[in-house]
């Protein structure tokens, strides 16, 4: 059974029946976005650095591969892969995937996971930036929720999509609330999208409530011969965990705000420095996609020199 498949079943059952059920809990406000500040940002270009320019020990960033260019934004999502499945094992395990796409959301962004509160879209002069999901399809009696999330660049050529998704938000909408913030940075050459996505669910036997936040950060340029992605860079986290006023004693839900937010210097337009602890809670991954919530195991954090190449 995978770990969310197996935290949710703990949230659903108890040994102590008789303990009051919570809703829900409200959404609460999100972290701003980092809004990323390159230096000497009037000066910069769009130019090719040179390897030898790259900082000593510091970690070499690549772009993503793009697929396109297509005639319409709908054509580009309908070439990006499904995901999701029909059939759930007893490991949790998810099979029969659909054999297309399913795009309700990448076009109609009323049906978008926190719609008319996540600014998706972005015009930079004749050119547009979205970040849009993927429904992802979900076993029938299941009540997920379950996206992967793409940029998508249009230019005069057409849309180019991220042709593997830069994310994936998965929740289940019984115990579960999602939402996103993000926050665009035009800089000359460049845009910077800085995302705050959440979770907030149920815990504690259903007496308390646990948020997991992650603040990430995709580097967008407008390329030569196809647009130029980086990312996702994560440069924060929030694992919070709050007990109920009328908790149950025999309950042990700990209070616990563990909180991270990775300073960012910019030696030159090419070149971050993320400063902060030296360890932090895991991500979480499947399949080779970041996934959007917190483990609370402790692993290396991102802090150190970054070079952006292409």
């Known amino acids: 059974m995978s770990s969310r498949l197996a935290w949710l079943v703990v949230a659903a059952c108890s040994s102590h029946a008789e303990a009051p059920v919570a809703s829900k809990p409200a959404p609460a406000p999100l972290p701003v976005p980092p809004a990323v500040q390159p230096a000497d940002a009037g000066a910069v270009t769009a130019s ?10 510091a970690t070499v960033l690549h772009p993503v591969a793009m697929d396109g260019p297509y005639p319409t934004l709908l054509a580009s999502c309908q070439h990006a892969r499904p995901c999701g499945g029909t059939v759930m094992d007893d490991m949790g395990k998810v099979s029969h995937p659909p054999k297309a796409p399913t795009c309700d959301a990448v076009i109609d962004r009323s049906r978008e996971i926190n719609a008319g509160e996540a600014k998706l879209e972005h015009t930079i002069g004749d050119d547009e930036i979205h970040l849009a999901g993927v429904k992802c399809t979900e076993p029938v009696g299941l009540r ?3 996206s992967e999330y793409s940029v998508y660049v249009h230019r005069s050529d057409g849309w180019w999509r991220t042709s593997e998704p830069m994310f994936a ?49 995709i580097r967008i340029e407008h390329g030569d011969a196809k ?84």
Not at 48 to 56: C, F, L, N, Q
């Open 144 to 146: 997920y929720t379950h």
């Open 48 to 57: 090719t650095p040179d390897a030898s320019t790259v900082p000593d020990g």
């Open 227 to 310: 647009p130029v992605v980086f990312g996702p860079l994560a440069v924060g986290e929030r694992y919070v965990q709050t007990p109920n006023a009328d908790i149950d004693p025999q309950i042990d839900c700990k209070t616990i705000r563990d909180v991270v937010s990775l300073d960012e210097k910019w030696p030159t337009p090419d070149d971050l420095v993320l400063t902060g602890p030296a360890s932090w809670h895991a991500p979480e991954t499947e399949d080779g996609i970041l996934w959007i919530g917190v483990t609370n195991k402790d692993v290396p954090s991102p802090a150190g020199s970054y070079h952006f190449s292409r």
């Open 169 to 217: 938000i998965d929740y289940n909408d019984k115990y579960c609330d999602a939402s996103q913030v993000v926050r665009w940075n035009d800089q000359p050459g460049r845009t910077f999208l800085g995302i705050a996505a959440k979770l907030e669910c149920v815990a504690c036997i259903k007496q308390g409530s646990l948020t997991e936040t992650l603040e990430m950060m």
